[in-house]
Nanobody, 124 residues
């Protein structure tokens, strides 16, 4: 199984960015997909997740209303559209695949497969 995250970069506050994560080696439509992030000196934290059909999405409070997760099962790809970026969004963003139940959607341990991470830096 391989998860390849891309799309990170250096942007200014208020800008938008879209991350992509291409999956291979697994039956993509059977897995919930999620994004986590880890800022320097901090623990990795949950950002967003989307269940198998993509209809059920979940967000952390810090990104809700600004970020949107979506998935294209035909392309085995999950996206994270990030709008109104803030300096505190600076982090390495990781995509993950797993089969969590609703109560564990935000838990890292519920996700079996992880991508390598892509750096997002928000700075003026």
């Amino acid at each position: 199984v391989q998860l390849q995250a891309s799309g990170g970069g250096l942007v200014q506050p208020g800008d938008s960015l879209r991350l992509s994560c291409a999956a291979s080696g697994l039956t993509f439509s059977r897995y919930a997909m999620a994004w986590f992030r880890q800022a320097p000196g901090k623990e990795r934290e949950f950002v967003a997740s989307a269940r198998w059909t993509g209809d059920n999405t979940y967000y952390s409070g810090s990104v809700k209303g600004r970020f949107a997760i979506s998935r294209d099962n035909a392309k085995n790809t999950v996206y994270l559209q990030m709008n109104s970026l803030k300096p505190e969004d600076t982090a390495v963003y990781y995509c993950a695949a797993g089969t969590p139940i609703t109560s564990t959607l935000m838990n890292q341990s519920a996700y079996r497969y992880w991508g390598q991470g892509t750096q997002v830096t928000v700075s003026s």
